[in-house]
């Protein structure tokens, strides 16, 4: 299919289809005898794995450290993409222990943040909430 469908299939643009590939998240599609990137049904179920990724906060770099190990993600049923071991550098465990800590980070630093808007304007603090 080109780039449109193969876009239109995965919920996404041509635009970021071209972005994904150059950035090495998406392998170069084959081309027509015209030039025209076509794209097969296993390229439209990676754009979906790479979206749902983004989505839950990894970056275009954190997936494309561990780009090679997309497609078990991709797999019906999808399998772990992780290596036998468990949290050897080549899985996504250090990059999803990185991106936690990160959001951490800026949880901690909006809570600050409001606390002190709160006491400066008057307004109550935040509930407390349950911790995980």
Do not use: K, N, W
């Amino acid at each position: 299919m080109r780039i449109g469908d193969a876009a239109a299939a995965a919920g996404t643009t041509p635009r970021a289809l071209r972005f994904y590939e150059q950035r090495g998240l998406l392998p170069p599609p084959t081309r027509s005898a015209s030039g025209q990137r076509e794209y097969g049904s296993q390229a439209v179920v990676r754009v979906r794995v790479i979206r749902a990724l983004l989505a839950l906060g990894l970056t275009v770099e954190d997936i494309a450290s561990r780009s090679h190990r997309l497609d078990l993600l991709a797999e019906d049923p999808p399998r772990s993409c992780r290596a036998e071991d468990d949290s050897g550098p080549d899985t996504f465990a250090p990059v999803v222990e990185h991106r936690l800590a990160a959001l951490d980070a800026e949880i901690a630093r909006l809570s600050r943040l409001r606390e002190a808007l709160a006491r400066h304007t008057g307004m109550p603090s935040a509930p407390d909430t349950p911790g995980p």
